[in-house]
């Protein structure tokens, strides 16, 4: 972009244009990351109680319900017996498990280091429940704005789709982008090689096709990207507002279930010793 602005006359232009792309596209990626983080802190935080509970609060329950339970440990109501069973099978195979996790996790990260697992992982991150779409989205605005903001700038298409294809940060993305490369340099349209990935809906296809035929590519990409920045936008405060009562509901459930395999034994305990 700078060079081609140095040789154009419009340096300062280019470098406007360059920094408002690199703030929106910053501003995107961070929303996204936002949208991300948010539910793993939560189940990391809903994990770690749930395995505290089992690990140290249960094990002293089960001593206690065995001694003062007429009919000792047969006698526990059925979900106090699968808890108890889940935090002495957690007890006893934590460390194994814990090396478990960290095996699966290096063997995920060797795999998407590979080509077949990277392409398998970006492919799965466009048709996720929930986050596909805004990952779907956030690339179809990084494709747009990328290559509009390019040949706005006097970069040469053949040149621009090239560039595209290396900042599209999905491989899905970007070998669609490598089909339209080959159309273009074959002196073809660039709609039906965005049409046949799958990955663009007919909207966006439409509007590219209109651009492409009226001569305001750039302008129409530009317009595309200001659209799809807003229903990222849109999609990641849906997103959270949506996560945030499923994810306490999932961890007042979780929890709720070990106070009440906790709680049934004693109500027998008391109703025992109100007998007596």
Do not use: W
């Not at 910053?26 to 983080?37: E, G, H, V, Y």
């Not at 466009?126 to 990084?142: D, M, T």
């Not at 040949?151 to 599209?168: D, K």
């Amino acid at each position: 972009m700078v060079k081609a602005g140095e040789l154009g006359g419009v340096l300062e232009l280019v470098l406007n244009r360059l920094a408002e792309y690199q703030e929106k596209a910053q501003k995107l990626q961070n929303k996204i990351i936002a949208a991300m983080i948010y539910p793993v802190i939560v189940m990391l935080i809903a994990s770690s109680i749930m395995v505290f509970l089992l690990v140290v609060i249960v094990p002293r329950f089960e001593s206690i319900f065995e001694e003062m339970l007429p009919g000792g440990k047969e006698a526990m109501p059925p979900l106090t017996k699968i808890v108890m069973g889940a935090s002495r099978t957690l007890g006893a195979n934590i460390i194994p498990i814990i090396l478990g996790l960290i095996l699966i996790f290096a063997f995920c990260k060797i795999f998407i280091g590979t080509k077949f697992g990277r392409r398998f992982v970006d492919r799965m991150k466009l048709n996720l429940p929930l986050f596909g779409s805004v990952q779907r989205k956030s690339a179809i605005s990084r494709f747009s704005r990328t290559l509009g903001t390019l040949v706005t700038s006097g970069v040469p298409i053949l040149q621009a789709l090239l560039i595209t294809r290396e900042t599209a940060g999905n491989v899905i993305v970007a070998a669609a982008v490598d089909k339209v490369h080959d159309a273009v340099k074959e002196g073809e349209s660039i709609v039906q090689p965005l049409e046949e990935s799958g990955v663009f809906p007919s909207m966006v296809i439409s509007m590219v096709d209109v651009g492409e035929e009226t001569g305001q590519l750039p302008d129409m990409l530009l317009k595309i990207a200001d659209v799809y920045d807003d229903e990222v936008d849109n999609a990641v405060s849906a997103l959270t507002s949506m996560l945030e009562p499923i994810m306490i509901v999932v961890l007042a459930v979780v929890v709720g279930t070990i106070v009440m395999a906790l709680f049934l034994p004693l109500v027998k305990i008391i109703q025992g010793m109100s007998g007596q």
